[in-house]
């Protein structure tokens, strides 16, 4: 949801043109760090000594387990969705917005209809993307995952760990094997379900108080 509403913001917007392009870069920044870093970023900032928990004077909540790797994974899946959506858009052809305002339809009703339609298949291709890498990470879950055990630490572990167990890592590999091989098969079923035209034409979208205002 947050690189659907980034990508929108990009693409469908009025928004000032050094705000969009800094959109662009922020939101692709965190690809270019290991995901461990991400860790202890949350925990500098939100954690019981961070920046942010000083300046309002308590810890909002434990970063440890499933809080902290859902914010982990949320910067870290970030980048590679808004990369995926930021391109479907620029297959939409924005002039069907426009029309379908003309015809009285009310603004949700454009929405859906001539943004996430076309977009549906590219939108669940990012999730599968996000849920196969969020599958895979064991960095994030190193640095705040607390006692929440994930399949990618666990793998690790019993690999790498004090006493390793190579053949109970071996069985690991192989259950985490077949959901990657199933999401090659599933992004490419996807993407028959994304509607590209063929000829677009830039334009730009008449200002809306809303949408440019949020």
Do not use: H, W
């Not at 954690?47 to 809080?67: E, S, V």
């Not at 391109?87 to 009703?109: C, E, H, Q, T, Y």
């Not at 090659?184 to 205002?213: C, F, Q, S």
Request: net charge positive; proline share 6%.
């Amino acid at each position: 949801m947050l690189a659907l509403l980034l990508s929108f913001t990009v693409n469908c917007t009025n928004a000032p043109g050094p705000f969009k392009r800094a959109i662009g870069v922020l939101a692709q920044l965190p690809m270019l760090l290991p995901t461990i870093t991400y860790g202890f970023a949350i925990i500098y900032s939100i954690g019981r000594q961070g920046l942010l928990t000083r300046l309002i004077g308590f810890q909002p909540f434990d970063i440890y387990g499933f809080n902290g790797l859902l914010i982990g994974y949320v910067i870290y899946m970030l980048p590679t969705s808004f990369l995926l959506i930021d391109n479907g858009f620029r297959f939409i052809d924005k002039r069907f917005i426009i029309v379908s305002r003309v015809m009285g339809d009310k603004p949700l009703a454009t929405y859906a209809r001539t943004v996430l339609r076309p977009l549906v298949g590219t939108m669940c291709v990012a999730f599968v993307q996000a849920f196969f890498l969020s599958f895979t990470d064991y960095g994030i879950p190193t640095s705040v995952g607390g006692r929440y055990t994930v399949v990618a630490l666990e793998l690790f572990n019993q690999m790498l760990g004090s006493v390793p167990d190579f053949q109970q890592g071996a069985v690991i590999a192989v259950v985490m094997l077949i959901p990657s091989i199933a999401s090659v098969g599933l992004m490419a079923l996807l993407e028959r379900y994304a509607i590209r035209y063929n000829k677009t034409a830039p334009i730009e979208l008449p200002r809306g108080r809303v949408r440019d205002g949020v």
